[in-house]
């Protein structure tokens, strides 16, 4: 069955840079576009950035670009979000999630919380 | 980017209550819209997906309207399960926006 395992959480002093992780299963990487969204302490969901499955796309929210990357390792079955110039409105719980084939995200990960904080 | 809200921002019901919650965007997106609930410590579950398509396993007390900018998610008759956050989400262009979210509480 469809597996998404987020990683690479943790605490970062503003400026710092933290890469985050999903390791899939059940499904083939580059067939989907994959997804990352976070959700602040008692707020609602954010989208953050998504990669294209066929030829690498991505795009990234306003609050993110120019700090934020999303790539995918499709021979690792991994996507990853690397997290530069963090600030401490980016702490949130960051969630990896797989499009379905008609919209929407039917699968998603456990999350894993990063925390920007000096 | 297209902006998503929603109205109520919080509602309050019994189990057996029929309950309606509406989404609007800045810009027509067809029927690209979906509909998640969240419950305490867990992801968001999809429920509804290109505006009234139920996603496998969702009971059917869960109806999804609408087509251009304005959007329904209507619960037949609330079950104790149904008591989460819901909202509505998207998927017409990236960045593919969340709406703010409706907090629905038992009363």
């Known amino acids: 069955q469809v597996q998404l395992v987020e990683s690479g959480g943790g605490l970062v002093k503003p400026g710092g840079s933290l890469r985050l992780s999903c390791a899939v299963s059940g499904f083939i990487l580059s067939d989907y576009y994959m997804t990352w969204i976070r959700q602040a302490p008692g707020k609602g969901l954010e989208w953050v950035a998504h990669i294209s499955g066929r030829d690498s796309n991505t795009h990234y929210a306003d609050s993110v670009k120019g700090r934020f990357t999303i790539s995918r390792d499709n021979a690792k079955n991994s996507l990853y979000l690397q997290m530069n110039s963090l600030r401490a409105e980016d702490t949130a719980f960051y969630y990896c999630a797989r499009e379905g084939d008609y919209g929407g995200y039917p699968s998603w990960g456990q999350g894993t919380q990063v925390t920007v904080s000096s | 980017d297209i902006q998503m809200t929603q109205s109520p921002s919080s509602l309050s019901a019994s189990v057996g209550d029929r309950v309606t919650i509406t989404c609007r965007a800045s810009q027509s997106i067809g029927s690209s819209l979906n509909w998640y609930h969240q419950k305490p410590g867990k992801a968001p579950k999809l429920l509804i997906y290109?505006?009234?398509t139920l996603q496998n396993g969702v009971p059917s007390t869960f109806i999804g309207t609408g087509s251009g900018t304005d959007f329904t998610l209507t619960i037949t008759s609330l079950h104790p399960e149904d008591f989460a956050i819901y909202y509505c989400q998207q998927s017409y262009s990236a960045p593919r926006t969340f709406g703010p979210g409706t907090r629905l509480e038992t009363k």
């Open positions: 290109d505006s009234s």
